[in-house]
């Protein structure tokens, strides 16, 4: 049972435009959500998270929204450049005790965003 | 600023054989955990510590064995490999609070 899922394997965006990557989840336990970028051959690098207690964070070109009551986040960047072209994994954490070092993922998006 | 060291890099094991997947981190973080990726599964988490001394089971714990005698290491043990092991292997750590989980690099395992 996949409790994070990405329901968009890949995105195709051009320069300068929005990027929107989705993420559903089922578990009511969770608490807290993070994105992470990847490139190939490399570890996955944190970009941004957002508390279930707010509705959106922003850092810079890059905002996450959650809508708890659809269990639905999902992460704008504005403007999407080239580097950005990337794996994007939404990943969820539950409450509590030792839950905080425990994450579950998403299967990941492919962004590519064309010059 | 080492943050989460994974070594090997790139390992070919034949099946049946163990080896020890490093992992170490100098950012004194209490948690320690190791996930496997593959493709279009995301990252699932294998085993997971809060602490020296402890350790728990993650997702996918089966075929692995883990241990943490001291805050930096966290090796992953596989005592005897499986092509089903053929994965790429992240270990990552975190506070206590666990708002930010750093991830090493990986280790690419394929098993023959």
């Known amino acids: 049972d996949q409790q994070v899922k990405q329901n968009s394997p890949s995105l195709s965006v051009q320069e300068g435009r929005i990027s929107i990557l989705n993420c559903d989840y089922t578990n009511s336990m969770f608490d807290y959500f993070l994105w992470y970028k990847k490139y190939p051959a490399e570890g996955p690098t944190f970009l941004i998270s957002i508390s279930s207690i707010k509705d959106k964070n922003e850092d810079g070109r890059f905002t996450v929204f959650l809508n708890k009551s659809a269990k639905h986040l999902s992460l704008h960047i504005v403007p999407s450049q080239p580097g950005d072209s990337a794996v994007y994994f939404c990943a969820a954490r539950a409450a509590g005790g030792t839950s905080y070092g425990k994450l579950t993922f998403g299967q990941g998006t492919i962004l590519t965003v064309h010059p | 600023n080492a943050g989460v060291t994974q070594t090997p890099k790139f390992q070919v094991l034949k099946t049946g054989q163990s080896m020890t997947l490093q992992c170490a981190q100098d950012?004194?973080?209490?948690?320690m955990s190791w996930y496997r990726q593959d493709p279009g599964m995301g990252l699932r988490l294998i085993h997971y510590?809060?602490?020296?001394?402890?350790?728990d089971q993650g997702e996918v714990p089966n075929g692995y064995n883990v241990s943490r005698s001291t805050t930096e290491d966290f090796p992953l043990r596989l005592l005897s490999a499986a092509p089903s092991q053929t994965s790429v292997y992240f270990c990552?750590?975190?506070?206590?609070?666990?708002?930010?989980?750093?991830f090493g690099e990986g280790s690419w395992l394929t098993v023959v």
């Open positions: 510590s809060v602490g020296a001394g402890i350790t």
């Open positions: 990552a750590s975190s506070t206590t609070e666990g708002n930010t989980i750093y």
């Open positions: 950012m004194n973080h209490e948690y």
